[in-house]
Structure formats: C-alpha cells, structure tokens
C-alpha cells in the first residue's frame, strides 16, 4: 500500500487525487512531528511566563474572549469548545469529502503553527488510516471564525464522542475507538480551537470538486467533439489561427483538443451544405475555454489554501510570537468556488443545447432520433431531464459570499459563507456530469443516422466500448437506466 508523507512539500490537488483513489496510507514525516513537537513545548513555556492573556489559550473565545479561564481548568475549555460547537446538521458529508477534511486538516496542523500536540495530529493520521470517518452534516457553518460547527464534529470522535462509520456501519466513536484500543485524546491548550478553526470543511469541498470538474471538463471537449459530429458541423470554428488571435489560453487549448479528438473523421470532411452552426457548436471553444480558464484559477487559489494553516491564533516559535488575526476567513476561497459554480453550469448549460439541436429534427437527423416518431417519444424527454438539471444549476450560481449574518454577539460581524459556496459548488459539479451524461447518449445515438460515415478512430473506439453498456434504441424502452449508465461510463471512461 503506498504512503503519502505529510511534509511541508507543497502539495499539489492532483496528489491529492492520488491519495484518495489509489488506497494511499498516510504518515508524519520526521520534520512535521519535530515542528508539531516544538510547537508545542514552545507554548508551554509561554503560557508559563505570560503576563497577559492569550486569545482563545487562556480565555474564552469569541465575544468571550475578555474571560480568562484558569489554568486548572484550560483542557475541560478546549473539550468544551469541541462539545458545544458540534452543531452541523442536514445531510450527511460524502465520505470522500470527510477523508478529505481529515487530510487537510492534518496538513494544515502539521506546519508547527498551531500549538496542537503530536498525540492529537497523530491521532487524525490513523482516523484516515483506519478509514474510521466520522459524522459530519453539510449545514452550520459560516465560512469564518473557521467551519466551526463541521470541523467540531470531525473532532469529537478524538475525545471519544459523536458518531463514525466504521467497518461498514455507524456507531458511537467510544466504541469504534475500543475496536482499535485507543483511549481518548485529553486535549491540552489551544487544542480545541486549533481544531475547530480553519478551512477544511469548505476547502475539501472546493478540492473535490476541482478533481470533478477538471475530468468534465476534458469530456466536455470530447462529448462535444462527438456530437458536432454527429450534427454535422463545422471543423472552421476550432482552426488555430481564430482562436489564438483572441490569445486566451482555456480557447486555444479547447480548440486544439477538438481537433484532435475529430483527426480523421469522415463526416467532418465531406461537403456541408450550412455555412454556419448554432453557438452551442461554433462557440464551444470560447464557452468551454471560458470554464476552462476559471477551473485553472480556482485551482490555483484552492492549492494555496490547502497548503496553509488556518487556524487562530498563529503560533510562530521561532519569533517568540503569537497573532490572533482571521487566517481562518474564508473569503479567499469562497469567491473563487461562487465563480467556478457560475463556470460549471455553463458547461451544462451548452450541453444542453447541444442535446436540444440532435432531437430538432434537422440536418438529417429524425425527430427525437428515432426512424418511426410518433409512436414511439425516443429521445424527447432526455432533454426535458438535462434542461431541469440546468434550472437547477442555474438556481444555485447566486454566490452565497455576497451575504453576511453577523454572529458571537457581532464580534464576528463579516463572514464569508463561504461553505454553502463550498457544498452547492459540489452539487452543480454533480448535475454538470449528468447533463453530459445525457448528451453523450443523445450524441451516441445521432451518429448512428450518419452511417455508413464514421466519426474519428478516437471517438469510433469510444462509442465501441460506450456501445457495450448503452445500446442503440430503436424502439421506446425505459430510459433512465441508460442514463445511470452514461453517468457510469463517462465516470469510468474519461
């Protein structure tokens, strides 16, 4: 089983993709357990010499912060904060998603930082390891002051409380850690808010769907690729010397992959009657680079996060300093994944249209695609399927980083919400993959009509191979099996 060291290498969201689907195991490096570890007896010694309260070390936290809290009595805060801000609720975080909370915030903690012990960073190593994934909901947090009520409930299964999935089922996380002979972690100072404050609810969200929309994004190009062909288009639009006039990268690099994926087709060579297509064709070069553009962005922004800690205050040993700032906003990240939600529904949106001109009846193709219309629907209700999607997409790009609900009693007066941003930006990523799903069968089932004329020896092999699960329809049948398995293949078959 291969391992990922957590270091202070920077860490890219493509190893991230590794490490989640290739059954990566995770350990501290050498380094991060010596930062963690002097970390942690630095502020030790402070708190032994400190004059002067100390933010959330030895006070309460948020509006409470003018409370000093005994010495005596600093742990039972650090599990208090833990127990009462375990308030996320509604549905239930994917579970890759919650593994990738667990990572991040590992990451996140392992810069020596965060005043956390070993013991605790160490802990949440062998969470992941074990595949021991606790019960996080999707809704509570305000993207600042950290994803608080989320980032608590990752938390309680260290002290022995909340739930897990475990072992293919849920139960207590006393019981889970019984099963693997791990008592509790007694958290010291600091502890409990180095935890709870950060990013990683809405940044493992964010990452996640970057990973998805960077795979759509690449079938986006080849769907439609397909299905220019099988509506007879035009190869004019995607020629080199358009594109790159307008000098954006995401166009030329749309452009130069639509060619490629059309190299050798019959249909795109023989004589076209039209001298132009729709937009959702001829544009596809400037819509899909447009998202393209976007992703590369936000992926750039989500990387610099992913690779910071986040948590308040900063700890910073070497500079005997210790700043109570707002590290853990997450504005930086909430207006980048509001906007690659916008980005995303576009690529829908066209798809859609794409899917809407292959049933019009025109170019040679049967209404609906079917050789008898009229006794049989074919392929109508398919687009009524992707233009809902759409509608629900497109309700989803209003960006949630424009509001702001003050809390804490107005200490806490500008908040990103940035993790609805996170959580609906996943969602529209999800219906994204359907609609080209539903494209793909649509595009599939047009270029039957062209033959004898093939598409490209590219696209040819994957028809071919997307032929074996999805077949041919000549007469009405149940169609959303069909479109299950489109969602399937295009998942499995980039």
């Known amino acids: 089983m291969p391992v990922h060291y957590i270091s202070s290498e920077w860490l890219t969201i493509d190893q991230v993709n590794r490490i989640l689907t290739d059954g990566y195991t995770l350990e501290l490096s050498p380094e991060a357990s010596e930062r963690i570890s002097a ?187 397909l299905s220019l062909d099988a509506f007879d288009g035009r190869i004019e639009p995607f020629c080199a010397p358009v594109n790159e006039v307008r000098h954006h990268k995401g166009q030329i690099d749309t452009a130069a992959a639509m060619r490629r994926w059309l190299e050798g087709s019959e249909i795109i060579r023989q004589p076209k009657a039209h001298v132009q297509d729709p937009y959702s064709f001829r544009c596809i070069p400037q819509v899909h680079g447009a998202a393209k553009d976007t992703l590369a962005y936000v992926e750039h922004v989500l990387e610099q996060e992913i690779n910071a800690p986040t948590d308040n205050p900063t700890v910073f040993p070497d500079l005997d300093l210790i700043v109570s700032a707002g590290n853990f906003h997450g504005e930086p990240i909430a207006l980048p994944m509001d906007f690659l939600t916008v980005a995303m529904s576009e690529l829908s949106n066209i798809s859609e249209r794409r899917v809407f001109r292959l049933i019009s009846g025109t170019r040679g193709l049967p209404s609906f695609l079917v050789a008898n219309p009229g006794l049989n629907s074919g392929f109508m209700i398919p687009q009524y399927a992707a233009a809902s999607i759409v509608n629900n997409s497109k309700g989803h790009c209003w960006p949630t980083s424009c509001d702001s609900i003050p809390s804490s009693q107005g200490q806490e007066d500008h908040v990103s919400m940035g993790s609805n941003s996170a959580v609906k930006l996943l969602k529209v990523v999800e219906n994204t993959e359907r609609v080209l799903a539903i494209e793909l069968f649509n595009a599939a089932q047009a270029l039957q009509f062209r033959r004898p004329l093939k598409t490209s020896p590219a696209l040819e092999d994957w028809v071919s191979e997307y032929r074996k699960t999805v077949p041919f329809i000549t007469d009405d049948t149940v169609m959303y099996p069909y479109i299950e398995a489109s969602v399937e293949f295009i998942r499995n078959n980039p």
């Open 39 to 225: 970390c942690r007896e630095y502020l030790d010694r402070k708190m032994e010499t400190a004059n002067e309260p100390i933010y959330g070390i030895t006070t309460g936290f948020g509006s409470l912060c003018n409370i000093s809290i005994d010495h005596k009595q600093l742990s039972q805060l650090q599990k208090n904060l833990v127990m009462s801000h375990a308030c996320s609720v509604g549905e239930p975080v994917p579970a890759v998603v919650v593994r990738l909370m667990l990572l991040l915030k590992i990451q996140s903690l392992s810069y020596g930082n965060s005043g956390v012990q070993l013991a605790t960073v160490q802990r949440l190593v062998d969470m992941f390891n074990a595949d021991m994934l606790p019960r996080v909901c999707t809704q509570g947090s305000l993207g600042a002051s950290g994803d608080l009520a989320p980032l608590a409930c990752l938390s309680l299964p260290l002290i022995g409380m909340g739930e897990v999935d475990f072992k293919g089922r849920r139960m207590p996380a006393a019981e889970a850690l019984g099963m693997m002979g791990w008592d509790p972690i007694e958290l010291q100072s600091k502890e409990g808010l180095a935890l709870l404050n950060g990013t990683q609810f809405m940044s493992s969200y964010g990452v996640w769907s970057i990973i998805n929309a960077k795979r759509l994004s690449r079938l986006a190009d080849k769907i439609g690729a």
